[in-house]
């Protein structure tokens, strides 16, 4: 698995943008911007790729006081059920089979996560030694 080039520039991104063909790559703040570029460059576990910029939303400040006391009532009513469930003897805790479920999407990201680090230390090692 090597990592991809821009195939607009030829340049070579980084390890965080081997997933980009899957659409599962978590785009870098830092590779476009021109003021401050990434610092981690082709060791960088973010995507290099040209993302679509989002532009975030704040809620207004009526909404946020709104969700939070919407979320404060959430939370005491979830703590009122689970002190009645403990006083009719059910135990909160889930059943060992839905603890031993397994989450296809979890260990494909933990694979992920473990293939971005080797790949980062392979360049970390090769930047070591080509220094040297």
Avoid: W
Wanted: with cysteine.
């Amino acid at each position: 698995m090597s990592i991809p080039h821009d195939p607009e520039t030829d340049e070579v991104l980084s390890c965080g943008s081997i997933p980009h063909s899957l659409g599962t790559c978590r785009p870098c703040v830092f590779a476009r911007n021109l003021g401050r570029p990434c610092q981690y460059g082709h060791a960088c576990l973010y995507c290099h790729y040209q993302h679509e910029t989002k532009k975030r939303v704040r809620k207004t400040r009526k909404q946020r006081a709104e969700a939070k006391l919407l979320s404060s009532a959430q939370q005491l009513s979830s703590d009122i059920e689970t002190l009645d469930d403990e006083d009719d003897g059910v135990s909160p805790r889930p059943s060992e089979a839905v603890v031993e479920a397994v989450n296809p999407e979890e260990i494909y990201k933990d694979l992920m996560d473990s293939v971005m680090l080797v790949c980062a230390q392979n360049l970390g090692i090769r930047r070591q030694m080509e220094s040297s």
